[in-house]
């Protein structure tokens, strides 16, 4: 037996060795970026050359392919679409993924047939559920109703099927956000919204379908809704639940986010009650948002304030400016002055001057230019406080300042009073307003002319008839003496008004040309243990680097921080229960260098708090500009670019108000 044995050994061996060569069949992603070939196709990515990526999705390493189709992803080319098709094929299930991603970015309706033939139904062995979520997906940013009628109607995913579950929910999501929905899908959702046997990360999808999707029916299941929110352990799914029941208009619905509101113990949950009170009568819920103005934390305070600035009624005007008085902290208390202000009947001139007294009064005894930004916003909600504008905003040295006050004379132009509070001198005053407008776009200050420019770019304000004596050529002057890509978003505000003055039905989308390489010698001194240290006055943010996804984001990030740059920045912009934002020079989200970086997209997901990423005036704009987000936003998903997270001090990011300091900015290897 045993010669036997080692005779058969020896005739296999000897068989072997007789057949061909056969190279090793690579099926793995590997993202090294010292492989030089890899950095090459990061580089035609950053470069947006679609033809030179084009080639690497022929290539025979797979992580080549993968690169290439998330770089056609970033760039969003149409013209690639041919290319991608086939790899929808690929043997390796996270190339597929990545393809049916690039193909979703693109959002062309015709792909829907090659997404839907792309999906392998028969893999029993689960070796393409990442990519078969992934062109479900997909299918939610190109597909009509009718695909998502079929997507809706599956039920056959079970609670472990969750990379198939996840794209089910986020494709109907998508199809939401486009406007397209369907009752299968609502009822699909809030059934996952609602069980606990779904993976947490379905459950907040779903939610965040209610909380986002327009048009949609829940009257009938509102009962049950509203109990499995009180219920509810994760404020996530809370969160987004209540926006979903409030859509009711329904008293039960109301009677819940009023209960809820008292006792939930999560601020994000507790701000977007407040907001979700929108649906319903003002005098039903106004008790509610009153004590809200009490609350332990400030951004539902200012959650509050903002109800009554944007929902209040005439007749509590001066109930809004007797709080204002006695309020301490200063941005609550001009909040409640510009709700007073702005729902005042326009025949209570005095309490609306009286309110102008208090507000000079602020502003001439602060230095914190934040403040008197807010302070020339809420003056601005009496009409007849357009001299202010120019004379603490336009005539200005403070950049903020500008744009604060051209922020104001816009807003006074587009008043529903500004008829009734001028009369017969409407015409008069609209064309002082417009020359004070000319004069911050003249004034060459980047944020004046922004804003300015997009006020020219709104029919009713009837910029046509104002230039039809004087021309407008000066402005397209302006827009070519701008510094590009430095004031890329300015530049991109201005071109719109000249199209819309011009009749153009279309308007160009101006992006700035390559100018920033990714530095390759930073992204390869980066590990899993690098970090960012940012510290602020109210206390330590840890942040943790994606350089595998966004090396030119995270490079840039780290750069910028190593050169000092976010030291003594403000925190410029906050919305409770959505994103911090910051990395502006001027302080008012117009700021920016001599430079810009593309947009870096890939299957990350914004799908929990803490996420970083780059602020943006549409795609390949970026450059200094960042957010944190408070909780999840999937509809910021591909739109922008995510370059890290939050790993220690998301309890310091919650507390950040407007005004806040960076004090110092630091990077650990």
Same mark, same amino acid.
């Given at each position: 037996?045993?010669?036997?044995?080692?005779?058969?050994?020896?005739?296999?061996?000897?068989?072997?060795?007789?057949?061909?060569?056969?190279?090793?069949?690579?099926?793995?992603?590997?993202?090294?970026?010292?492989?030089?070939?890899?950095?090459?196709?990061?580089?035609?990515?950053?470069?947006?050359?679609?033809?030179?990526?084009?080639?690497?999705?022929?290539?025979?390493?797979?992580?080549?392919?993968?690169?290439?189709?998330?770089?056609?992803?970033?760039?969003?080319?149409?013209?690639?679409?041919?290319?991608?098709?086939?790899?929808?094929?690929?043997?390796?299930?996270?190339?597929?993924?990545?393809?049916?991603?690039?193909?979703?970015? %693109?959002?062309?309706?015709?792909?829907?047939?090659?997404?839907?033939?792309?999906?392998?139904?028969?893999?029993?062995?689960?070796?393409?559920?990442?990519?078969?979520?992934?062109?479900?997906?997909?299918?939610?940013?190109?597909?009509?109703?009718?695909?998502?009628?079929?997507?809706?109607?599956?039920?056959?995913?079970?609670?472990?099927?969750?990379?198939?579950?996840?794209?089910?929910?986020?494709?109907?999501?998508?199809?939401?956000?486009?406007?397209?929905?369907?009752?299968?899908?609502?009822?699909?959702?809030?059934?996952?919204?609602?069980?606990?046997?779904?993976?947490?990360?379905?459950?907040?999808?779903?939610?965040?379908?209610?909380?986002?999707?327009?048009?949609?029916?829940?009257?009938?299941?509102?009962?049950?809704?509203?109990?499995?929110?009180?219920?509810?352990?994760?404020?996530? %799914?809370?969160?987004?639940?209540?926006?979903?029941?409030?859509?009711?208009?329904?008293?039960?619905?109301?009677?819940?986010?009023?209960?809820?509101?008292?006792?939930?113990?999560?601020?994000?949950?507790?701000?977007?009650?407040?907001?979700?009170?929108?649906?319903?009568?003002?005098?039903?819920?106004?008790?509610?948002?009153?004590?809200?103005?009490?609350?332990?934390?400030?951004?539902?305070?200012?959650?509050?304030?903002?109800?009554?600035?944007?929902?209040?009624?005439?007749?509590?005007?001066?109930?809004?400016?007797?709080?204002?008085?006695?309020?301490?902290?200063?941005?609550?208390?001009?909040?409640?002055?510009?709700?007073?202000?702005?729902?005042?009947?326009?025949?209570?001139?005095?309490?609306?001057?009286?309110?102008?007294?208090?507000?000079?009064?602020?502003?001439?005894?602060?230095?914190?230019?934040?403040?008197?930004?807010?302070?020339?916003?809420?003056?601005?909600?009496?009409?007849?406080?357009?001299?202010?504008?120019?004379?603490?905003?336009?005539?200005?040295?403070?950049?903020?300042?500008?744009?604060?006050?051209?922020?104001?004379?816009?807003?006074?132009?587009?008043?529903?009073?500004?008829?009734?509070?001028?009369?017969?001198?409407?015409?008069?005053?609209?064309?002082?307003?417009?020359?004070?407008?000319?004069?911050?776009?003249?004034?060459?200050?980047?944020?004046?002319?922004?804003?300015?420019?997009?006020?020219?770019?709104?029919?009713?304000?009837?910029?046509?008839?104002?230039?039809?004596?004087?021309?407008?050529?000066?402005?397209?002057?302006?827009?070519?003496?701008?510094?590009?890509?430095?004031?890329?978003?300015?530049?991109?505000?201005?071109?719109?008004?000249?199209?819309?003055?011009?009749?153009?039905?279309?308007?160009?989308?101006?992006?700035?040309?390559?100018?920033?390489?990714?530095?390759?010698?930073?992204?390869?001194?980066?590990?899993?243990?690098?970090?960012?240290?940012?510290?602020?006055?109210?206390?330590?943010?840890?942040?943790?680097?994606?350089?595998?996804?966004?090396?030119?984001?995270?490079?840039?990030?780290?750069?910028?921080?190593?050169?000092?740059?976010?030291?003594?920045?403000?925190?410029?912009?906050?919305?409770?229960?959505?994103?911090?934002?910051?990395?502006?020079?001027?302080?008012?989200?117009?700021?920016?260098?001599?430079?810009?970086?593309?947009?870096?997209?890939?299957?990350?997901?914004?799908?929990?708090?803490?996420?970083?990423?780059?602020?943006?005036?549409?795609?390949?704009?970026?450059?200094?500009?960042?957010? %944190?987000?408070?909780?999840?936003?999937?509809?910021?998903?591909?739109?922008?670019?995510?370059?890290?997270?939050?790993?220690?001090?998301?309890?310091?990011?919650?507390?950040?108000?407007?005004?806040?300091?960076?004090?110092?900015?630091?990077?650990?290897?």
């Amino acid at each position: 037996m045993k010669k036997i044995g080692l005779y058969l050994v020896t005739i296999i061996l000897v068989w072997s060795s007789c057949m061909p060569y056969e190279e090793d069949t690579l099926t793995s992603i590997k993202l090294d970026y010292s492989d030089k070939e890899l950095q090459q196709i990061m580089d035609f990515k950053d470069k947006r050359l679609t033809d030179s990526l084009a080639t690497y999705l022929l290539s025979k390493n797979p992580t080549h392919r993968y690169a290439a189709a998330l770089g056609i992803a970033s760039s969003k080319d149409k013209d690639a679409l041919e290319q991608l098709y086939p790899l929808l094929q690929d043997p390796v299930d996270n190339v597929r993924g990545a393809v049916a991603f690039a193909i979703g970015q %693109i959002g062309d309706t015709l792909s829907t047939s090659y997404l839907l033939n792309g999906f392998d139904s028969n893999d029993s062995m689960r070796l393409f559920n990442s990519s078969n979520g992934q062109i479900l997906e997909a299918v939610g940013k190109c597909g009509q109703l009718p695909e998502l009628t079929s997507l809706a109607s599956v039920k056959t995913y079970n609670e472990l099927d969750t990379a198939l579950i996840l794209g089910q929910v986020r494709g109907i999501y998508r199809f939401a956000l486009r406007g397209i929905t369907h009752s299968k899908g609502t009822e699909l959702m809030l059934k996952y919204a609602q069980s606990e046997k779904y993976p947490q990360e379905v459950r907040i999808m779903a939610a965040n379908y209610l909380h986002r999707a327009r048009r949609i029916e829940i009257d009938s299941t509102i009962a049950t809704v509203c109990s499995t929110i009180k219920e509810e352990k994760d404020p996530k %799914i809370r969160m987004a639940l209540v926006t979903g029941i409030a859509k009711s208009k329904l008293d039960f619905s109301r009677d819940t986010l009023i209960s809820m509101l008292g006792t939930d113990e999560d601020y994000r949950v507790k701000c977007n009650i407040i907001r979700a009170f929108s649906f319903f009568e003002y005098d039903d819920v106004a008790n509610a948002v009153f004590t809200a103005l009490s609350d332990k934390n400030q951004h539902v305070q200012h959650a509050a304030a903002d109800f009554f600035y944007h929902n209040g009624k005439a007749e509590d005007g001066n109930v809004y400016r007797n709080l204002a008085r006695q309020e301490t902290n200063s941005r609550l208390k001009i909040r409640l002055y510009a709700a007073a202000n702005k729902n005042l009947s326009v025949y209570f001139t005095n309490s609306k001057s009286s309110i102008t007294m208090d507000l000079l009064k602020m502003f001439n005894t602060t230095d914190d230019m934040q403040i008197k930004v807010a302070i020339i916003d809420a003056l601005a909600e009496f009409e007849w406080n357009y001299p202010q504008m120019k004379k603490l905003g336009l005539d200005s040295n403070e950049p903020v300042l500008k744009t604060a006050g051209t922020n104001g004379l816009v807003k006074i132009l587009k008043s529903d009073k500004f008829d009734k509070t001028f009369g017969l001198g409407k015409r008069r005053v609209g064309n002082e307003i417009k020359d004070m407008l000319m004069q911050s776009i003249r004034s060459k200050d980047a944020g004046s002319i922004a804003v300015a420019a997009d006020a020219i770019s709104d029919a009713a304000l009837d910029f046509k008839t104002y230039f039809e004596t004087t021309g407008f050529k000066f402005l397209d002057t302006v827009r070519m003496e701008l510094p590009v890509p430095k004031e890329i978003e300015t530049y991109k505000s201005l071109e719109k008004a000249i199209a819309f003055l011009n009749g153009d039905e279309e308007v160009k989308d101006s992006k700035p040309d390559y100018n920033h390489p990714i530095e390759w010698e930073m992204v390869e001194n980066l590990s899993g243990r690098t970090r960012g240290i940012i510290q602020t006055n109210k206390g330590k943010i840890v942040i943790e680097f994606f350089p595998y996804s966004s090396p030119g984001s995270a490079s840039n990030f780290i750069r910028l921080t190593k050169d000092g740059y976010y030291d003594g920045k403000v925190i410029h912009r906050v919305v409770p229960n959505f994103v911090v934002q910051g990395g502006c020079n001027r302080g008012d989200g117009y700021g920016s260098e001599d430079f810009s970086i593309r947009s870096e997209f890939s299957p990350l997901y914004y799908n929990d708090e803490g996420y970083i990423g780059m602020a943006s005036a549409g795609n390949d704009t970026e450059s200094t500009q960042w957010f %944190i987000t408070h909780s999840p936003t999937p509809h910021l998903d591909g739109n922008y670019t995510i370059f890290g997270k939050v790993r220690d001090g998301m309890d310091v990011v919650h507390q950040l108000q407007i005004g806040d300091v960076i004090e110092k900015a630091v990077i650990k290897f």
